[in-house]
């Protein structure tokens, strides 16, 4: 499904360990949650996917990484990985000082589009 697929192209993205909902061990962190919008044969879904990390700079370079394998212009070929096809784009994001971790929080928000083949 979706959350196979967006793990495992997190993680070949960034070569970090990739976790949903909250991260753990020694940081940076990248977690991830998928929110169904709409069934059918073509889903979509929401993913946010947050990096967590004490250096602001380091989660800035992390995210582009990640906007550039996610946010696909029309003329790129879609991504297939565990049997899904995804097609997506970047809809929001955000930075934040975590006070209660001391970290920076760097959130996208991508709406993807996808099928299982």
Sequence with gaps: MLEIAIKDILKEVTGLKVTPIFGTGKPPFLTYTVTPISGGAVKESQVEVKIIDCDYDNTLKIREKI???LDMEAKDPSLVNSNVVIRSGLAGGGSLFNDSIQMWEVSC????NWRRI
Excluded: A
């Design 67 to 69: 906007i550039t394998k």
């Design 109 to 112: 928000i991508f709406i993807i």
